[in-house]
């Protein structure tokens, strides 16, 4: 079974699961049966046209035009036979006091783990440089200390191309669908469970994430998976990761360099 496909777009949500069309914005909610929509399209680009029974359309934004052909093929796809003439007199509209947001994940003991044992093995690579600068030449001392931070920025780098390489196609054409959470793991992180348009199961690893994430996959790779989905958060993490990367390969590769340097 397809996992239930989610349109984005502007401040609202659009979900198509088994129980039918469910529209979340920041003011209310809007549950549209099946057997009340009467056919469902686009208009070539990124919007889709839902109609109903009576004639009422409502439109929703689809991201981008390959999210949206596929949330009408699968809307489509699960419509009855019989449908029911009486069309809006059935779908129910909620008013919402608060806009409804992802539920964060409370366990961050990980992370400042995580954070500790890195300070600790800087300040050991620091402390060593400095032993081995004092007790063999300081040409040793600025080999070694500029060898991590060299091949640190060369990862950073290879991780922001590869973020980028993962995210721009997700940006252009990426299906959201709702995922769900497999196992999780030791470490903080967890691996959910999602079926492409194609009926094709996949796997995907994340971090604090709920039960039920928001997942964006690549129709043309569908292994290329994020459940990252705000662009702006995504944007600033492939500059910083880049701009760090950076640094670190040239202060890196300065002081790997100052031993060969003239006196």
Do not use: C
């Not at 109609?51 to 999210?67: I, K, P, Q, S």
């Not at 699960?78 to 409804?100: C, I, M």
């Not at 690893?205 to 129709?219: C, E, H, I, N, V």
Request: negative net charge; proline residues 6%; charged residues 20%.
């Amino acid at each position: 079974m397809v996992s239930p496909q989610i349109l984005r777009g502007g401040d609202a949500e659009t979900v198509l699961d088994a129980d039918g069309i469910r529209m979340v914005n920041r003011t209310s909610r809007t549950e549209i049966p099946f057997v009340v929509v009467q056919e469902a399209r686009t208009d070539g680009e990124r919007d889709v046209e839902i109609v109903l029974t009576d004639g009422v359309v409502h439109r929703v934004d689809g991201g981008n035009a390959t999210a949206a052909t596929a949330f009408v093929t699968a809307l489509i796809a699960a419509l009855p036979e019989q449908r029911d003439p009486v069309g809006s007199a059935r779908v129910t509209v909620t008013s919402l006091e608060k806009p409804q947001e992802e539920k964060k994940d409370e366990s961050r003991l990980t992370d400042y783990v995580s954070l500790m044992i890195l300070g600790t093995l800087v300040l050991t690579y620091v402390g060593y440089a400095i032993w081995v600068g004092v007790t063999h030449g300081p040409e040793l001392m600025f080999v070694i200390g500029g060898a991590v931070p060299f091949f640190s920025g060369l990862l950073m780098l290879l991780f922001a191309a590869e973020e980028a390489r993962l995210q721009l196609p997700l940006r252009k054409r990426g299906i959201t669908v709702v995922a769900r959470l497999d196992f999780r793991t030791t470490d903080g992180a967890a691996w959910y469970k999602y079926t492409d348009a194609d009926g094709v199961e996949h796997n995907h690893r994340s971090k604090f994430r709920g039960p039920q994430p928001p997942l964006a996959y690549d129709p043309q790779r569908p292994g290329g998976a994020s459940t990252d989905l705000v662009w702006g958060r995504v944007l600033f993490k492939i500059y910083a990761r880049s701009t760090a990367g950076l640094l670190l390969f040239l202060a890196g590769g300065a002081l790997v360099l100052v031993p060969l340097m003239p006196s």
